[in-house]
Nanobody, 117 residues
């Protein structure tokens, strides 16, 4: 059974940093593109970042480019999202997801990130 478990969320002041982790089990991790999404209250879930097997192949939403960095440790089946220069508008539940094809077909339960002004 595929399982993705996020951790590392919390409360931080604007300008601060957090590092999210997502531990994967039950899948061939290196075969998956891993991604991060977020959903703020009253808004739709949106794409934040994705990273392919090769760490160099990372993609970001324009709203987080230059501030967030996705990375992965294939030996530990873990993907990370380093978030710097956080803003109040980054407040959301952050979800880890994985896909082999076109669809994101496995999801974590989410971790809350709250940025105070």
């Amino acid at each position: 059974q595929v399982q993705l478990v996020e951790s590392g969320g919390g409360l931080v002041q604007a300008g601060g940093s957090l590092r999210l982790s997502c531990a994967a089990s039950g899948l061939t991790f290196s075969s998956y593109t891993m991604g991060w999404f977020r959903q703020a209250p009253g808004k739709e879930r949106e794409f934040v970042a994705s990273i392919r097997w090769s760490e160099g192949s990372a993609y970001y939403a324009d709203s987080v480019k230059g501030r967030f960095t996705a990375s992965r440790d294939n030996a530990k089946n873990t993907v990370f999202l380093q978030m710097n220069s956080l803003r109040p508008e980054d407040t959301a539940v952050y979800y880890c997801a994985g896909r082999r094809g076109l669809l994101w077909d496995c999801w974590g339960q989410g971790t809350q990130v709250t940025v105070s002004s």
